[in-house]
C-alpha cells in the first residue's frame, strides 16, 4: 500500500492559523475521498499555549464551516522535521523558526509558504490575527480554505495523488 503523504501546519502558538489550517484541510480531503492518503497534524513553533484546544475565536469561524476543532497545542519537535513530508507555515517568522532548526537541505526543501498556494495575488502569508478583532480570524478561516484547495491542487499535479 502506498504510504501515506504526512502534512504538518505549524504557526506560532498553534491556537490560531495552524489548527484552522489542520481542520480545513482535513476537512477538504474528507468531502473529495482522499482522506485515506493523507495524515495531517498541526503544532507551534513556540509551546506557549501547550495542551490548549485552538482560541474560541477560531473554533467559532471553524464551526461557521461545520468543523469541529479539537486538536490540542503542541511544540514542534526535531522528530516532526524527519517524520512530515510537508511543514507548512504561516508567515516568515514562523519560516524562520523552523528552518533555523536544521542544515539539511532535504529538510529545508519540505518548508514551505502555505500562503503560496492561495488563489489570488494576495501576499503568501497567513496573517496572525491573535492580537485582531472577529473579522481577522473570519479572513483567516477564509485563507486556509482557499490555500487547502490550491494545495491539494498542487499535490494532483505533482502526481503526488496519482
Ligand atoms: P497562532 O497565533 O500562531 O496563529 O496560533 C498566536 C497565538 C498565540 C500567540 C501569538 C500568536 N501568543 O503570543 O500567545
Excluded at 40 to 53: A, K, Q, R
Excluded at 79 to 101: G, H, K, P, R
Aim: net charge neutral; hydrophobic share 35%.
Amino acid at each position: 500500500m502506498k504510504e501515506k503523504i504526512r502534512v504538518l501546519f505549524i504557526c506560532l502558538g498553534n491556537i490560531c492559523r495552524s489548527p484552522a489550517a489542520e481542520g480545513a484541510f482535513k476537512n477538504l480531503v474528507i468531502k473529495t475521498k482522499l482522506d485515506h492518503l493523507f495524515e495531517i497534524d498541526s503544532c507551534g513553533t513556540s509551546g506557549y499555549h501547550d495542551g490548549e484546544l485552538a482560541d474560541p475565536r477560531t473554533r467559532k469561524e471553524a464551526e461557521n464551516r461545520g468543523i469541529s476543532l479539537t486538536h490540542r497545542s503542541r511544540k514542534l519537535t526535531k522528530a516532526d522535521l524527519t517524520y512530515f513530508d510537508y511543514l507548512l507555515v504561516m508567515d516568515e517568522n514562523n519560516f524562520q523558526a523552523v528552518s533555523s532548526l536544521t542544515n539539511e537541505k532535504n529538510i529545508q526543501d519540505k518548508i514551505l509558504l502555505f500562503g503560496k498556494f492561495r488563489s489570488d495575488a494576495g501576499a503568501p502569508i497567513v496573517p496572525d490575527p491573535y492580537y485582531e478583532n472577529e473579522v481577522a480570524f473570519k479572513k483567516v478561516q477564509d485563507l486556509v480554505e482557499d490555500c487547502s484547495l490550491g494545495f491539494l491542487n498542487f499535490l494532483g499535479e505533482i502526481k503526488c495523488l496519482k
